[in-house]
């Protein structure tokens, strides 16, 4: 059972940064991937970043060299640190969490935040 809280709502001009936070209340059984996704108006969920158990990390072509997912595995808190953002990643941001390998792929995740909102101006 997985329960996930997203927070780090804000509002930045073109080049700043911001980060996010989720924090997970997790199975410590099982492993997991976690991840961050996005949605846009009016476009289809697409995923961010993802970071297994082992520590790796992949990202979306999109966001590579700008953002950055990490972990506090003591406090099980999943950041993901925006730098040099665009208008273009104005979106609701998601954490969520799987047990099967990573992927960018939203449908093979079952745990899902409620969303953040990110704006970029």
């Known amino acids: 059972h997985v329960q996930l809280v997203e927070s780090g709502v804000g509002s930045v001009q073109s080049g700043g940064s911001l980060r996010l936070s989720c924090a997970a209340s997790?199975?410590?059984?099982?492993?997991?991937?976690m991840g961050w996704f996005r949605q846009a108006p009016g476009k289809e969920r697409e995923g961010v970043a993802t970071?297994?158990?082992?520590?790796?990390?992949f990202y979306a072509d999109s966001v590579k060299g700008r953002f950055t997912i990490s972990r506090d595995s003591a406090k099980n808190i999943l950041y993901l640190q925006m730098d040099s953002l665009k208008p273009e990643d104005t979106a609701l941001y998601y954490c969520?969490?799987?047990?099967?390998?990573?992927?960018?792929?939203?449908?093979?995740?079952?745990?899902w935040g409620q969303g953040t909102q990110v704006t970029v101006s």
């Open positions: 997790i199975d410590t059984y099982s492993t997991y991937c």
């Open positions: 970071l297994d158990d082992d520590g790796r990390a």
């Open positions: 969520a969490a799987t047990v099967r390998p990573c992927t960018l792929i939203a449908r093979e995740y079952s745990g």
